[in-house]
């Protein structure tokens, strides 16, 4: 059984504990209780250039891509003034464990 | 009731709005309503509670249910067949001052059966700026004239005092007065169809299909939040103003049947006149919430009342008298629209059923300039560019986002004709086109936003002014999802093309930005020239992307790129395409080896605690 969380994580059961798994290629990205954010890979551009010449934003504004640490998929982005804490969210995977 | 009696009546309470959208625009003379679609029309209950949602800017349907409940307060025992009362009060219920409701009672038999509001963007108020958005005005008393209600027709009688006295403090008052009475004849056709509504039916069963209609939306929404999964999603929304940073700050919790917008992570109240009042940032997150939860589903107080918001008093969502409010609409009213749907569309992400309905963010760095002066014909011209309702589209999961392809809290928003806005003033365009690499990047592009240039011609006074009140230039508003990148931010460029700096290179025929000859000084809050050898420059975001730029398909990255609105070095570095140099065809396997080397790198990041 898996429950979707995005259009790029889903939780199941490995190991028979509940994590958070990479669509792509099924690497765990941590327990379901805990954010999965801090065990992807973080890529910080500045979003000054980061999709051509139009991105004129300010030098403190970054794009911050989350990426799958073993297949490379870019799992979440968002657009945070350095220092800003990630953004975070929560689907409901009680399912998961009655199960 | 029988059900096909029940769908009649419905569908004539959307077709009383249909009517009384096509009066407001035949009537009104401003582009603004007529091309720009700055409008609204809905009907309510005697209560005050939301019937029938109309078209236009739809964070005005739950702000004039606000209204429709002030004036039953104000004028309890004074409501008779006939009147029709005026608010425009941001503290009270409206956005801001310059988007004034019109309300009329609705009576049948003597008794209160309904109401009909309408607004439109006037064609001025009386700010400090000229047009109504008014970004050096430091409270809402230099925003212009403010009503919390007043009548402005008594038992069918126009009162000229009443609407004098609004003349006389605005500008251009041959215009907005023509705004006030397409108002009042928009009113009059649907006040006149729903009583003929009720000649037909009666009262009783109109009445039980209106309540029905409520309650069945009510268990609509109820069941869809049902089926979508329970969580919590947080979005930010920066604003820039002057080099200083606001937040709007949302997170969204679904529980059951339930939602609740907690913008309690939201700046405090600002001096700059992005702030809005707490119906302005109600209505703003119903603006998403209407087309992206209930695309099929009436929209009436029933969608509301699954609803909760958390504003604090004195933030930049919920600010407090005199606090200036009137860019609003484009500012906290905004942020809050793009927060909600971001949260909404992760939701809708995380279903299997309506994975199919989330978009990343539309339009969301929403730009306003107005422009005035004397013009070609030796009047005075005040309006919007109406390029400000030509957003880009959100890319959703299975498309692009659609180019320049208008914004979410508008289903029906759209932008005048070059002729027409070169007719209303006097300047000449030199470009306006969709504009390179703005739409954010992904496995599905992002709408591409555009850029447009203009000079002044044939101005008595050798140019004009305009009110800029741009923010977005720093941050990309329109967030992108699952992956994707963001739009491309704003930019506003006075082009000072004068002897000086240009020399004797004309402007007059640039083509592009990059041919506009002199110096380019970035313009964001204010008042400002343009005259004599000047030219402004405009370019707006585009939306956001969905998913990983390195899935898209490659032949989609080289068609984008035949069609100038990916530019190579995009396609080269943010989508992982390789091109043959000559041909411009796609090189497969080069891009096969060139997304295998970016992911790669994507591999050698620290993790990201």
């Known amino acids: 059984m898996s429950i979707r969380i995005s259009a790029t994580l889903e939780a199941r059961m490995v190991d028979g504990e509940g994590r958070i798994v990479c669509v792509s290629c099924s690497h765990p990205l941590g327990p379901t209780d805990q954010p999965w954010k801090p065990a992807a890979t973080l890529n910080e551009l500045p979003m000054k250039g980061a999709g051509g010449e139009v991105y004129t934003a300010g030098d403190d504004v970054l794009l911050r891509q989350f990426n799958c640490p073993s297949c490379g998929k870019v799992l979440d982005t968002e657009t945070a003034l350095r220092g800003d804490p990630f953004l975070i969210d929560e689907v409901d995977v009680s399912a998961l464990s009655d199960s | ?53 109309g078209v236009g800017f739809l964070h005005h349907l739950t ?11 104000r004028f309890k025992g004074d409501i008779h067949e006939g009147d029709m009362f005026l608010l425009n009060d941001p503290y009270t219920a409206a956005l801001h001052t310059s988007d004034i409701y019109l309300i009329s009672p609705i009576h049948y038999d003597d008794q209160l059966v309904g109401w009909s509001a309408c607004f439109v963007h006037v064609y001025d108020i009386g700010a400090m700026s000229p047009g109504g958005f008014s970004p050096q005005s430091q409270d809402i008393y230099t925003e212009g004239f403010s009503s919390p209600g007043i009548k402005i027709i008594d038992r069918g009688e126009l009162r000229n005092d009443v609407l004098d006295t609004l003349l006389n403090m605005v500008r251009n008052p041959e215009m907005v007065s023509l705004d006030i009475r397409s108002l009042i004849a928009c009113n009059n056709v649907a006040r006149d169809r729903f009583r003929v509504l009720i000649r037909k039916y009666g009262e009783e069963i109109v009445d039980g299909a209106c309540m029905t209609l409520i309650d069945q939306s009510e268990q609509l929404l109820r069941d869809r939040l049902r089926e979508l999964p329970n969580g ?10 002057n080099a200083e940073v606001h937040r709007v700050g949302l997170t969204m919790t679904k529980e059951d049947d339930h939602l609740v917008f907690d913008f309690s992570d939201s700046s405090p109240e600002s001096p700059y006149s992005i702030n809005c009042a707490y119906w302005a940032s109600w209505g703003g997150l119903f603006a998403p919430l209407f087309p992206l939860l209930c695309y099929d589903i009436t929209w009436n107080e029933g969608v509301i009342r699954p609803i909760e918001m958390i504003a604090p008093e004195g933030t930049i969502v919920n600010c407090r008298r005199p606090a200036p409010v009137s860019v609003a609409t484009v500012g906290a009213i905004q942020s809050v629209n793009n927060a909600a749907c971001t949260t909404i569309g992760k939701m809708l992400a995380a279903s299997e059923k309506y994975k199919g309905e989330a978009t990343a963010v539309w339009h969301a760095n929403h730009f306003a300039i107005f422009l005035f002066g004397q013009n070609q014909r030796g009047g005075q011209s ?13 890319a959703r999961s299975f498309a692009d986002g659609v180019d320049v392809g208008g914004e979410v809290p508008n289903p029906i928003s759209r932008m005048a004709n070059v002729e027409s806005m070169e007719a209303a003033f006097p300047l000449r365009y030199l470009f306006r086109r969709r504009m390179k690499d703005s739409g954010g990047a992904g496995e599905y592009r992002g709408g591409v936003g555009a850029e447009l240039a203009f000079v002044p011609h044939d101005a008595p006074d050798g140019g004009l002014h305009y ?33 000086e700096t240009a020399g004797d290179a004309p402007l007059s025929f640039a083509q592009s930005l990059e041919s506009m000859p002199g110096e380019k000084e970035s313009v964001t809050w204010g008042v400002y020239p343009i005259m004599g050898r000047d030219g402004l420059y405009v370019q707006w975001n585009g939306g956001g992307g969905y998913g990983d730029p390195l899935e898209r398909d490659p032949a989609a990255v080289v068609a984008d790129f035949e069609e ?5 070095w995009t396609l080269r570095n943010v989508y992982g395409v390789v091109i043959d140099g000559d041909a411009g065809e796609l090189d497969g396997p080069g891009t096969e080896a060139a997304r295998k080397a970016a992911r790669g790198t994507r591999l050698q990041r620290e993790a990201a605690e």
């Not at chain 2, 702000?63 to 307060?73: D, F, L, V, Y």
């Open chain 2, 1 to 53: 009731m029988d059900p096909i009696t029940f769908s009649i009546i419905r569908h004539r309470l959307y077709r009383i709005v249909d009517e009384a959208v096509i009066t407001l625009k035949n009537v009104s003379g401003s582009a603004t309503t007529n091309e720009g679609h700055d409008l609204m029309v809905s009907l309510y209950r005697a209560n005050g509670s939301l019937l029938m949602g």
């Open chain 2, 63 to 73: 702000s004039a249910a606000e209204a429709c409940k002030a004036i039953i307060r």
């Open chain 2, 232 to 241: 919590k999603w947080q979005s930010r929304q920066y604003m820039d103003v």
């Open chain 2, 382 to 394: 005040i309006g919007i560019l109406t390029e400000t309702f030509a957003g880009a589209g959100g």
């Open chain 2, 467 to 499: 009110v800029v009140s741009g923010k977005g230039t720093q941050f990309p508003m329109s967030e992108g999802l699952n992956g994707g990148y963001p739009g491309a931010p704003n930019s506003y460029l006075w082009v000072h093309s004068n002897e």
């Open chain 2, 564 to 568: 100038g609105v990916v530019s190579e």
